[in-house]
């Protein structure tokens, strides 16, 4: 039975997804949650379906009810714009679509109503850098197929780096609004299954990660992949400002990172045990005067924080010890940043300064898939079993 819902969900979604005449599917987009907002338009609104003028108006709590100046509703509404060119905002800041309000606990929490498209028109000028179409027509399909994903889950994601970044109207630009319309409706699957982990990240460094290492599971088109032109060695990810990068902690700063995990005593070395296919650190040893302690995966870039209190850009580094008046320093000299399983973001912009198209960016990352627009396929149970939410 579930596999038949699934089945039908997948095939409406995409299907109306490809059909310009018919309405397009909405995404619920979580924008903000906090004790007082502002909603707004330049344009005269609704708020459950009574209209205001145009302009910004308080929303506050009472006794468990939504109050906009002296207009009480209740613990859930909907803000409609007056037409689909007319924007609503929240805080000031513009957005596509409509509102739904609701009290979460004590918060009031703002969810963007929005189509498909559109919510990639604030998606993919936040989540891939430059102005590359071929680049950001691949990162549109990536980030399409994830939401898809999310959509079939529960309808809603987060507008945030640990799902996908959104930035509403104020984000959107020419070049990656095209790149959202010329690959419209496109998603990636995999043997007739909708690919149910789109991964990417900012640079791989050269060599992307398998999901397997780095998050525990083998996916078949998630493996490690080299990313350099057979006829240009350099990488594809070169112009990345992260392509390579060097760190240094003083003792004390790296103990104040790792006392929150337990760590105690004096730290006397920091020495990478394992490392996976792609030379990234698998688990990294940490000793000092009262005993050893083992972190791996994600746990690394944590407690390798970098000074400006921002994790370590990857996993993918050596390290060197140095003592200058009797105080230990520690420097990582690494590559790239993010998990680097999947698309390489810059990986994907000097493919396409190299002459590729979008197609082949694809092919290149997520190895094996195929992209459909308006097919009948289903979605197995096995394609829902990877978490959305995953550290980049």
């Not at 799902?163 to 998603?187: F, H, L, P, S, W």
């Not at 390579?244 to 104040?256: A, F, G, I, K, R």
């Not at 370590?312 to 010890?321: D, E, I, N, Q």
């Given at each position: ?340 399983v999947g698309l390489c973001q810059w990986g994907a912009i000097g493919m396409a300064r190299r002459g590729k198209d979008y197609r082949d960016i694809l092919a290149h990352y997520y190895q094996g898939t195929s992209l459909e627009v308006g097919n009948q396929f289903s979605f197995g149970a096995k394609d829902l079993e990877m978490p959305t939410i995953l550290p980049k």
């Open positions: 039975m579930k596999k038949a819902l699934l089945f039908f969900l997948s095939f409406f979604f995409i299907t109306n997804l490809a059909a310009p005449q018919s309405p397009p599917p909405t995404i619920q987009v979580i924008l903000y949650e906090g004790r007082s907002i502002r909603i707004g338009s330049g344009a005269p609104f609704t708020i459950g379906g009574k209209t205001f003028p145009s302009g910004d108006l308080p929303v506050d709590l009472e006794n468990g009810m939504l109050r906009v100046e002296n207009e009480m509703f209740g613990a859930k509404t909907i803000v409609e714009p007056s037409s689909p060119l007319a924007y609503l905002t929240v805080n000031g800041k513009p957005y596509r679509g409509r509102f739904l309000l609701s009290i979460i606990g004590n918060l009031i929490r703002v969810v963007n109503d929005v189509g498909i498209e559109e919510y990639l028109y604030g998606v993919i000028p936040k989540e891939m850098p430059g102005a590359d179409l071929e680049a950001l027509k691949a990162q549109a399909v990536a980030s399409r197929t994830l939401a898809v994903n999310a959509m079939l889950r529960s309808r809603e994601i987060r507008a945030t780096v640990s799902q996908q970044v959104y930035g509403g109207v104020e984000a959107e630009k020419a070049i990656t609004n095209q790149a959202v319309d010329d690959t419209r409706g496109m998603v990636l699957t995999f043997r007739g299954h909708l690919v149910a982990s789109p991964l990417f990240s900012s640079t791989c460094g050269g060599r992307t990660e398998s999901n397997r290492d780095v998050f525990g599971k083998a996916v078949p088109y998630l493996v490690s992949v080299l990313d350099t032109d057979t006829v240009v060695e350099d990488p594809y990810c070169t112009p990345s400002p992260y392509f390579h990068w060097t760190v240094t902690w003083t003792s004390e700063q790296l103990m104040d990172n790792l006392q929150p995990y337990g760590v105690h005593g004096k730290l006397l070395d920091l020495i990478p045990m394992e490392t996976d296919a792609a030379d990234h650190v698998k688990m990294l040893l940490v000793r000092t005067t009262e005993g050893d302690w083992r972190f791996r995966g994600f746990a690394i870039r944590k407690i390798l924080m970098r000074p400006d209190r921002r994790l370590l850009y990857s996993t993918w580094f050596t390290l060197t010890k140095t003592v200058d008046n009797g105080q230990w320093s520690f420097t990582a000299d690494g590559r790239g940043e993010g998990h680097s």
